[in-house]
Structures are given as structure tokens and as C-alpha cells.
């Protein structure tokens, strides 16, 4: 299963189902309009600087009112992303390291005539200055960012935080909640046995309680998995959808996504919907963040555990 870890980006779908020597059922199916509808990348990919992530400069405001007041410049601040409030605007960009801007400033065309106090040159040269100062501030704000985090991962945790009955209370709930955010009637969860290539389920809601005794259903037999493992949102909402790409329940629509860590790949989380009905953006971005949850929590638990046993060896060596 290592190949499937660390190879699966490079060879694809086709080197992932040599691997696994299984043949593709959906020779018909599999068309351009299901990918476009049905399957997407998950994560979806995210431009350098998302709009909404980039900082705004508590100062900055004010600083741009004086220089307007002072030299007659009309200049806004334009965050990555955002649309320029005149064409005849000249831009400053404002750089960061590895080719990433937070915005630009935007030199507005004045009708004040005090405007042309200031030579095109002059202008030039303390907006570009301008725009190196923010480019440091928010290279300082990055750093104290990326501090505060590393501090916040430093809480002492006590082995003894493990308890098998509170985590699986923990992941119960989180598939719960998720499935009403969603407006979704059940969920369940299935982690990834990487030495036999089983997916077993662990958790569900929204099921008989019964589905928990079920056999592991086998990987190259679920090829919604299978696509989720490879980095896929895989979105089922037509019968015959449903029947080939084998979803593990009978709901007019089905979602699979995969459960990953940085490190490692966890499982597939599949949320059901009584009717037919398709996600947004919005609803891949909540499943994004839900997987990231029950990751951190499946990883933690883990750890937590690895460090109960160490204890347990130490105190009997």
C-alpha cells in the first residue's frame, strides 16, 4: 500500500487500478459530463492568496486620507482578488516572497488640482516605496502568524485524555452535526485497513446500529473510494450512478470524500441525502473542514495512544 500513498499523484487512476488489478465497469458512464458535475477535485485547487485571507493594515486607512489630504493623491489599498474601481488606475503591486501580492495600490485619476504638485515620477517613486513598506508588514504579520501557531501546538496533553467510549462519542457526534449542516439524513465513516486494502466502517449516524457488524468492504470494489483516495469529491445523485460506482447505501444522493492528514491517507466519509440534490462550493468547502476535524481527531487519539503503550513499556522495563 506504500505505492498507493506516495505514487497515486504521479501514475493516476489507470496505474491505481493495475495496482489493484481490477477493470473499470464504467467504460459508459465515465463521460465528460460526469466528471463535470459528478466529480471534482477535493480540495479544490485555491489561487496563492485567497481574497478573504488577506489581511487588512489597521493603519493603512488613515495613512492614504492623509496623503490625499497632503499631496492630493487618491490611492486605495486593492486586496488579491478585488476589481479596480477606475480602468485609468495605475497599480503598485505590493510583493511578498515566491511571487505571492497581497493587492495593489491604486492610484486614482484626481480632479484635484493640487494633484499636480507631484511629477509622475515623484509619484512613481513614493508609491513604489509605499508598497515595499506593506510588502514588510504583511511579511511580519505572516511570521507572527506562523509564532502564535507553533505556540498554540505546545499544550501539555496527559496520556490518560484517551478514553475508546469518549472517542467514539467524539467521531459520532462530529458525523452528526456535520450530516444536519449539510442537510444530509446519515453519514458514515470508513478508515482504511492499508495492509489488506479493506475500508471498515467506524462510525456512522443516521443507520442501523447493526451496519457497525458488517465485513469491510474490499477497496478495488468501491470505485467511489477508490476516486476519493486519489483526491477526489465524488457526488452521486442518479441510480445508475449510484449501482456502479458502489455506494455503500440506497439514498437518491450520496456523497464520498476523502479523510486525509498531511501525512497519510485516513479513509472515505460518505454523507446520504433522502432526495436528489446536488453540493455546492460552499457545502465542498464545510466538507473540507469537516474532514479536517475528523482527522486532526483520528491522528490525535492515535498518538495518544502510541504514548499510553510507551508509557505502559517504560513503567514495566
Known sequence: M????NGMEERGIQGLN??????????????DEFYEDNLRTFPAPKSLLD???????GSLP?????????????????????????????????KVENGKS????????????????IDISEQDNFLTSLALLLGDAYRWQQMFRKYEGELASLIPISAT?????RFSETLFGILKESAKILDCQAASLYILETTTNLLKLRSCWGLPEERLLSPARVLHDSMA???????????????????????????????????????????????????????????LGLLEIITG?????????SLLRELEHSQELKASA
Open 2 to 5: 506504500f505505492w498507493l500513498l
Open 62 to 94: 488613515e495613512l492614504l486620507r492623509s496623503i490625499q489630504s497632503i499631496f492630493g493623491l487618491e490611492i486605495e489599498f486593492i486586496r488579491a482578488g478585488g476589481t479596480l474601481p477606475d480602468m485609468m488606475a495605475r497599480c503598485f503591486t505590493i
Open 225 to 283: 473510494d477508490l476516486e476519493a483516495i486519489l483526491g477526489q469529491v465524488v457526488i452521486l445523485n442518479e441510480d445508475y450512478l449510484l449501482e456502479a460506482w458502489g455506494a455503500p447505501e440506497d439514498f437518491p444522493t450520496a456523497v464520498c470524500v476523502p479523510v486525509s492528514s498531511p501525512m497519510s491517507i485516513i479513509g472515505t466519509l460518505w454523507f446520504f441525502s433522502e432526495r436528489k440534490r446536488y453540493f455546492s462550493e460552499h457545502d
Open 293 to 301: 476535524r475528523l482527522a486532526a481527531e483520528i491522528e490525535r487519539a
Open 161 to 165: 485524555d484517551i478514553n475508546e467510549s
Open 102 to 117: 497581497p493587492g495593489c495600490l491604486a492610484l486614482l485619476p484626481s480632479k484635484s488640482v493640487r494633484n499636480n504638485s
Open 18 to 31: 493495475a495496482y489493484l488489478k481490477i477493470s473499470n465497469p464504467l467504460d459508459v458512464t465515465m463521460n
Open 51 to 57: 481574497y478573504e485571507d488577506v489581511p487588512f493594515f
